[in-house]
Nanobody
Framework: QVQLVESGGGLVQSGGSLRLSCAAS????????MRWYRQAPGKERELVAG????????IYIGSMKGRFTISRYNANNTVYLKMNSLKPEDTAVYYC?????????WGQGTHVTVSS
């Protein structure tokens, strides 16, 4: 069964850090481009960061630049999102996404709450 499972979310104070993980099962991540998205209450899902299949080539969107780092460890079939200097506006459900040609998979999401 193909699955992406996110973990590492939780409650953190403003200025704190979290590292999210996205573990794949049922398929091999190494050929997939990976992205993290987030969806805040009442808002549309938005792209946070992306990384190419080989680990080179990363993109970050907006205010995430300089605070978030996406990485991948293909040997473990896992992608990470390290989030530093968290702000209350980073509160959202964070989803990982795997994409290769016509195939795309989503995880179920992990909740991140940043208190002020």
């Amino acid at each position: 069964q193909v699955q992406l499972v996110e973990s590492g979310g939780g409650l953190v104070q403003s200025g704190g850090s979290l590292r999210l993980s996205c573990a794949a099962s049922g398929f091999t991540l190494r050929t997939y481009g990976m992205r993290w998205y987030r969806q805040a209450p009442g808002k549309e899902r938005e792209l946070v960061a992306g990384i190419g299949s080989s680990g080179t080539g990363t993109i970050y969107i907006g205010s995430m630049k300089g605070r978030f780092t996406i990485s991948r460890y293909n040997a473990n079939n896992t992608v990470y999102l390290k989030m530093n200097s968290l702000k209350p506006e980073d509160t959202a459900v964070y989803y990982c996404n795997a994409r290769y040609m016509q195939s795309t998979y989503w995880g179920q999401g992990t909740h991140v709450t940043v208190s002020s």
